[in-house]
């Protein structure tokens, strides 16, 4: 079983206000992930991390923005929340060495 | 860089028959073919994988192939129970430890008791 952890699970807010998704994991792995994942199941990669101090750009432009300092917590923060960021967020994380990837059950935001 | 295909993108089958998913990738570089099933509420998890140097993987009712040549893989899942019930995701990379994972779109499979 994965350990890898994702909170809050729902969490519905207002226009304009600044939030952060949190990730955790306990597996010691270097590699961590965010996926945005829309109602039409697909997955789409917005940040990822090869370690601390390290945060990259995925495939799909967004406007949050991560930092890794400690290499089991990997957060997410929208300054400004908007209905657009209404999504499904997945966090993932993976050993450097191996490809197979691990992931959180997810937080569901609504942006009203 | 490289891109998935997946189909069908919904499937529905009756309890007991089999159930087949098709994926194609463009980079004939990618030698990594994981599929992850995600259940309701859950994050997607890895059931199978399959690298190039194999044509086929099986482990119980489920097995993947591999058509290198065609740039093909599908999953095949046998004898489906309601259990079996989620999305399913296909992915495929080149295989160092610095490539992502590219994902197709997903399908979801429902199966009828």
């Known amino acids: 079983e994965a350990d890898i952890y994702q909170t809050p699970r729902y969490l519905v807010i207002g226009t304009g206000k600044k939030i952060t998704l949190e990730c955790s994991q306990t597996?010691?792995?270097?590699?961590m992930y965010w996926y945005q994942q829309d109602p039409g199941m697909e997955l789409h990669l917005i940040h990822y991390?090869?370690?601390?101090?390290?945060?990259e750009k995925g495939d799909l432009s967004s406007e949050s923005t991560v930092s890794r300092i400690r290499t089991e917590h990997f957060p997410l923060t929208l300054e400004s929340a908007r209905p657009s960021h209404t999504s499904q967020y997945l966090c993932?994380?993976?050993?450097?060495?191996?490809?197979?990837?691990?992931f959180g059950s997810g937080t569901q935001l609504s942006v009203l | 860089g490289e891109n998935v295909e997946q189909h069908p993108s919904t499937l529905s089958v009756q309890e007991g028959d089999s159930a087949v998913i098709k994926c194609t990738y463009s980079?004939?570089?990618?030698?990594?073919f994981p599929w992850y099933k995600q259940e309701l509420g859950k994050g997607p998890q890895l059931i199978i994988d399959?690298?190039?140097?194999?044509g086929e993987k099986k482990d119980q009712r489920i097995a993947v192939t591999l058509n290198k040549t065609a740039k093909h893989f599908s999953l095949h899942i046998t004898e489906t129970q309601p259990e079996d019930s989620a999305v399913y995701f296909c992915a495929a990379s080149r295989d160092n430890a610095g490539n992502m994972l590219t994902f197709g779109g997903g399908t979801r499979l429902m199966v009828k008791p």
């Open positions: 991390s090869y370690g601390v101090n390290s945060t």
């Open positions: 993932a994380s993976s050993d450097v060495a191996v490809e197979k990837l691990f």
């Open positions: 597996m010691g792995h270097d590699k």
């Open positions: 399959i690298r190039s140097n194999v």
């Open positions: 980079d004939s570089a990618s030698n990594y």
